[in-house]
């Protein structure tokens, strides 16, 4: 990433300078967002479904795929980032940049958001399920159905805590080598003492984390509203 300054960058050139490293975070956090969110809600619903409580209990379905999500998910992302480099670059070809952050957030995220779509698609009543068991309905159309429209609002939430959670990693990934704002905020707001780039790079971190919190919101009372 070029720079146009080194020390304290103007404040007509911050917008230069922001403008890349903006993009490659929104980048990297859309697109490891959507993937964990495609990966964490099947891997939720194998656990509520094949639970002992569950619609079809099955601890030799249930036990390995605990087990895997809890393991992505109690890794601190650095060591994540770190440990995964061989699987990245097998992947995509490269463990830096944006596209080498992409595995790393996938995997962290998707682990983080089974385990809060899973606790969400356990608050819908089970007298709900048994209804639908009761008339005939099959697992597949039970999940489709009944669980995640019931589940929705929670399912949202849940999505909000993953995006904004994934911004803050995308951030400190950025800090080996993944490019985007926490990339900036240590090359030049940190290590250059540009308190003009650091300013700007908190302040546009917090305007994303607002944009993000507001959809999310906005997302949970419309899905309220369609129950």
Known sequence: MTVVALGNTEWS??????RPALEQTVTM???????????????????VVTAVDGIRPNRFVNAPVGWIVNVGRSMPFIILLVALIPV????????????GALVP??????????????????????????V???AGASI?????????PEALPGLCSAATVLAIGTLAFSA??????????????????????????MVGTVVLLIVLVQIIQFAGDL?????????
């Open 13 to 18: 050139e911050l917008p230069g300078v922001l």
């Open 29 to 47: 956090t859309a697109a490891s967002f959507l993937l964990s969110v495609a990966i964490g809600i099947p891997l939720a619903l194998v656990l």
């Open 88 to 99: 990245t670059r097998l992947l995509v070809g490269t463990a830096i940049g944006v596209r």
């Open 105 to 130: 957030l996938t995997i962290g995220g998707a682990a983080y958001f089974a385990r809060l779509a899973e606790a969400a698609l356990r608050e819908v009543p089970r007298a709900v399920l048994d």
């Open 132 to 134: 639908a068991d009761a």
């Open 140 to 148: 597949g159309q039970t999940v489709r159905k009944v669980l995640l």
């Open 172 to 197: 400190m990934a950025g800090a080996v080598g993944a490019g985007g704002l926490g990339d900036l905020a240590v090359s030049y707001g940190y290590q250059r003492f540009d308190d003009t780039v």
């Open 219 to 227: 997302a949970v009372r419309y899905a309220s509203s369609r129950r």
